[in-house]
């Protein structure tokens, strides 16, 4: 069995074995840690594909010289949209009873306008990718 078919049948179990212990177990807090478990396990499954998708990218762009070009302006556009959406963050003070500083909310709300932004974008291609089949189509 090859390498990648087995870490797929076991990320797919081990998922498979949280998702039915997360709803069946009775939790109330939101301090349980069975959703601390689960939690955890979605960011280990979220950098696994991050890596996988790395790999995979990388090991196509550097093959050609159009490649590398096409990853640097990809990197030089992803910089511009966090550095955007970064001006864009208000980043205020906010009264908690956690640590949350200004520099942490200046943080999260960059987070949240490049999640709109690329909501957007990706809502803009979907329509514009439709009505130019539609239009190639006639």
Do not use: C
């Not at 997360?22 to 349980?32: N, R, T």
């Not at 990706?122 to 990718?129: D, N, Q, R």
Request: aromatic residues 10%; without cysteine.
């Amino acid at each position: 069995m090859k390498l990648a078919k087995f870490l797929e049948i076991l990320l797919l179990g081990l998922s498979a074995i949280l998702f039915v212990v997360f709803f069946v177990s009775p939790h109330s807090v939101a301090s349980d840690p069975i959703i601390d478990t689960y939690l955890i396990w979605a960011y280990v499954l979220f950098f696994v594909a991050l890596v996988v998708l790395l790999g995979f990218l990388l090991s196509k762009t550097f093959s050609t010289k159009k490649g590398i070009i096409n990853f640097l302006l990809l990197l030089v556009g992803v910089v511009v949209l966090v550095g955007i959406s970064y001006i864009l963050a208000p980043g205020g003070e906010v009264k908690t009873s956690v640590a949350y500083t200004e520099q942490i909310s200046k943080l999260s709300d960059t987070a949240l306008i490049l999640t709109y932004i690329l909501g957007g974008g990706a809502i803009v291609a979907l329509v514009g990718s439709i009505i130019m089949n539609s239009i190639r189509n006639r």
